[in-house]
T-cell receptor, first 112, second 115 residues
Framework: GENVEQHPSTLSVQEGDSAVIKCTYSDSASNYFPWYKQELGKRPQLIID?????GEKKDQRIAVTLNKTAKHFSLHITETQPEDSAVYFC???????????FGKGTTLSVSS | DAMVIQNPRYQVTQFGKPVTLSCSQTLNHNVMYWYQQKSSQAPKLLFHYYDKDFNNEADTPDNFQSRRPNTSFCFLDIRSPGLGDAAMYLCATSSRDRGGTDTQYFGPGTRLTVL
């Protein structure tokens, strides 16, 4: 089955710096890759997603890149702010509406 | 914002005492999921319903059951909770085959404590 590896497990940056989180997946049939942000005690919230027919997607300070050949995708957050501090999960799935396989999460800390 | 609703938000039960968690949605999504999330871990899928079709994950214990009486509601039944079942239980929904996106929308979760 699908396996998603996520690195790093923790990431500390200064406010205004960029943060990059990387994930790799094992199943070449996976074609949907969302990123979720989860604050302590709250639900996972989708922040950006990408499908396999696109190499890059950007939404304000957040961008995701996908390399299908290498089977990895990355989350980029620019101009980080303290409110970006949370746990970020990458995920992969093979088909619309099917199960998401999550990475183990990255705890991002942004200090001011 | 209350598109996926879970009740109760906090549930305390005794070891071995059956408990039912509830999820409802106003999105008319045809897929509903139950995830278990333990502290500092990723959500782990237990099972999901695609319309009325039940899909169980291979490693979901038999202790966990689910019911979906209609499109809007889905229940998670834990027949004999053990201490290891203490976790946050997340319900999620998505739309498959209806022109919707793949996005899974999560409910706020039910935190289960087993005494």
């Amino acid at each position: 089955g699908e396996n998603v590896e996520q690195h790093p497990s923790t990431l500390s940056v200064q406010e205004g710096d960029s943060a990059v989180i990387k994930c790799t997946y094992s199943d070449s049939a996976s074609n949907y890759f969302p990123w979720y942000k989860q604050e302590l005690g709250k639900r996972p919230q989708l922040i950006i997603d990408i499908r396999s027919n696109v190499g890059e997607k950007k939404d304000q300070r957040i961008a995701v890149t996908l390399n299908k050949t290498a089977k990895h995708f990355s989350l980029h957050i620019t101009e980080t702010q303290p409110e970006d501090s949370a746990v970020y999960f990458c995920a992969a799935s093979k088909q619309a509406g099917t199960a998401l396989i999550f990475g183990k999460g990255t705890t991002l800390s942004v200090s001011s | 914002d209350a598109m996926v609703i879970q009740n109760p938000r906090y549930q305390v039960t005794q070891f071995g005492k059956p408990v039912t968690l509830s999820c409802s949605q106003t999105l008319n999504h045809n897929v509903m999921y139950w995830y278990q999330q333990k502290s500092s871990q990723a959500p782990k899928l237990l099972f999901h319903y695609y319309d009325k079709d039940f899909n169980n994950e291979a490693d979901t214990p038999d202790n966990f059951q689910s019911r979906r009486p209609n499109t809007s509601f889905c229940f998670l039944d834990i027949r004999s909770p053990g201490l290891g079942d203490a976790a946050m239980y997340l319900c999620a929904t998505s739309s498959r085959d209806r022109g919707g996106t793949d996005t899974q929308y999560f409910g706020p979760g039910t935190r289960l404590t087993v005494l």
